[in-house]
């Protein structure tokens, strides 16, 4: 018999998804130059040349056979030291290969975590606004998403409102810095205070709450913004690592998860990581991928080009009287809709070509995200109808 | 709290999986050349030129950025026509590019179809012997794997032995041909029997029977050998492939699901396999090999390599006293143990560094899988083993 909740998975795409796919129908009706899509977090800025020419020389040099052969189902070992070596070196935490696990991107990483450390009806707490896929996840590891809202007037954790929110049931808090879809990076203040209240939560609770600790922006900040490395800060920690974005190969599926060899029953945690891994179909990242990465290690694609967007859409949509906080990291940009139906803003906006992606499913009605890692010259085309838009909401 | 079932599935690794890494141990202290590790289907035959070339010519032909960008979640939309294309010609089956999603090789694509058409407590049915992953698939889609003997004196479908495992709680009967690990290929009269018996059992049940044909072999098959095109026979078919024996490539996890467009509620079924993939935290198969399988489909890697090997391996076995019947497609060889504990006689092999898979785990008591896709150097050097092997139990 059919599955009625993947059926509906399946048939009500995500809204971010639909939206890309209607952009891309669009495109052929209007022609791609009258569309300003900016649903997707589908980096256009090239890979930086580490990775075509990675590529190309592994190719060239790793035992043909070997380079596309399997990996063991926790990954290369040489890559999974590389890895272990460069937390250690980035971040002065503790990190071993036999903590590194790699995955087909942060959505696999997600999976295998949420699996190994959810078990049926517990909770998974998130802070709002969030990535919605959370919610996908989180159910099929058998746990509920419970969202917590922001602090007052701005995209900061409400440590107290968490406090409020986490109880016996909940198996794991999702951390999201910096934040997609608001762009906001946890200062380490709020970062401790978490971890001081996860701590006292715990052991009330009588098991550990984990921070799953989803990074997959980490290397996209901007004006020098410090992003404190969890496991630094706090024990239970799983970070869920995606090379998507640094290295702009988010179709390429590679990352990995780091389970801190400080949490709880580390051990345990990753077996149940590489179980859950095994069980959801995934029999190991893709082999070729893993070496390049390994290989790119620190690298990332020129960022300056979404700095520079940043600043752009900013001057702009401000002066066109859009209402915004300044992203510290990522490339999407929260703008409050011009009605309080962002759903109908986002409809509106579609006949200047414009594809805004609603905040509600963020878990922030009354917003938009902008993703701004597009093509400059399509934001510059763009303001024109950011500056209709507004001006049909203001007329 | 620690998901206990997933804890289990990622200490206790398969089988197969465990004698890999011994072996890899064991090659460490006692040399590689020592050890004759026939657990894992890993190709040694180079991948075709296609592969290399192909990557390569992506790589400087593509446009950068879109080349490692996101797909749709179904797959690039040139690729699944291309696939379809190439069914309908080969196979001269009904395809086309809606009916194809493509995954992150056969796993992905078996934990998709799985998750799509079984629902709690249902039953998947398989003949003996089987691939052991089935059983974690079809639970963590929550069903229940259910195993049905093959016909005495080979590995031949058992109709009526299947006609009696089949009830109203069936969701699926999956076939695997060529078959790991008996090298069997079911013939054109064993799989039309299974289709009358299908439609029979579907009318009774008062629901479609589907059958997943997992068919990552398809194409290794000796002597002019004909694979049935199980969609051609019978309608509620969905067939799961993968690119990783065919081109050499099973570390980087590309294939599909093909829901054949004559199957009751195709459509749904296809939305529901898309539902079960994104549930499952797969974005989309990875994109560069996406398109190298598309300008490879017809390509595979030279398999008269495995044809060699198979015909050495066989002339020998059966001079020292094994045995075993020809196997017809795949790389595996399937030997009846020297004594009534397969696993005992697992054990004892490895003395003479030979890692054989014990039958058990396939449902198949009594036999070994020797997995014959090796550097023929390395068969040669291990006849002297199995000879020794054969001796100690014959003296």
Redesign the interface.
């Known amino acids: 018999?059919?599955?009625?909740?993947?059926?509906?998975?399946?048939?009500n795409?995500?809204t971010i998804?639909e939206l890309?796919?209607f952009g891309k129908k669009l495109s052929s009706e209007i022609g791609s130059e009258n569309v300003f899509d900016y649903s997707?977090g589908?980096?256009?800025?090239?890979?930086p040349l580490c990775?075509?020419e990675g590529?190309?020389k592994l190719?060239r040099e790793y035992d043909?056979?070997k380079?596309?052969?399997?990996?063991?189902?926790e990954g290369d070992i040489d890559v999974r030291k590389n890895i272990a070596h460069y937390i250690r070196d980035t971040f002065g935490a503790e990190a071993e290969a036999k903590n590194v696990y790699m995955t087909?991107?942060a959505?696999?990483a997600?999976?295998?975590a949420l699996?190994?450390?959810?078990?049926e009806g517990?909770e998974v707490i998130t802070p709002v606004p969030y990535f919605p896929?959370y919610r996908?996840?989180a159910?099929?590891?058998g746990g509920r998403l419970v969202t917590v809202s922001a602090k007052d007037g701005g995209f900061g954790l409400d440590t107290e409102a968490l406090g409020e929110a986490i109880g016996k049931a909940c198996?794991a808090v999702i951390i999201n810095s910096p934040n997609n879809p608001s762009g906001k990076v946890y200062t380490e203040a709020e970062i401790k205070a978490l971890a001081d209240l996860l701590k006292k939560k715990s052991k009330e609770a009588g098991?550990p709450i984990y921070i799953i600790a989803d990074e997959p922006y980490r290397e996209l900040v901007y004006d020098g913004v410090n992003v404190p490395y969890i496991p630094n800060y706090y024990d239970n920690t799983i970070v869920c690592y995606s090379f998507s974005k640094s290295l702009?190969?988010?179709?390429?599926?590679i990352g990995y998860v780091f389970v801190s060899p400080k949490a709880e029953?580390a051990k345990?945690?990753?077996?149940?990581?590489?179980?859950?891994?095994?069980?959801?179909?995934?029999?190991?990242?893709?082999?070729?991928?893993q070496r390049l990465v390994s290989d790119c290690l620190g690298k990332s694609a020129d960022i300056d080009i979404y700095d520079s967007n940043r600043k752009m859409l900013l001057e702009a949509l401000t002066s066109y009287g859009y209402e915004t906080e300044k992203p510290e990291g990522a490339f999407y940009l929260f703008v409050r809709s011009l009605c309080p139906d962002a759903k109908e803003f986002s409809e509106r906006a579609k006949k200047y070509g414009l594809l805004l992606v609603p905040g509600d499913d963020f878990g922030a009605p009354g917003y938009v995200r902008i993703a701004y890692c597009q093509d400059p010259k399509m934001i510059e085309r763009s303001l024109g109808a950011f500056k209709k838009l507004s001006d049909e909401f203001r007329a």
Chains 1, 2 share one sequence.
């Open positions: 018999m059919i599955n009625e909740k993947y059926l509906k998975l399946g048939t795409r995500s998804r890309f796919e997707l589908n980096p256009s800025v090239a890979p990775v075509n590529i190309e190719i043909g056979t380079l596309h052969a399997y990996t063991s189902a087909a991107g959505a696999a997600l999976s295998a699996g190994a450390i959810v078990t517990e896929e996908v996840f159910e099929e590891a198996a098991h702009s190969i988010p179709g390429e599926r029953n345990e945690v990753f077996r149940a990581v590489c179980g859950a891994g095994r069980s959801l179909g995934y029999v190991c990242a893709p082999s070729l991928l």
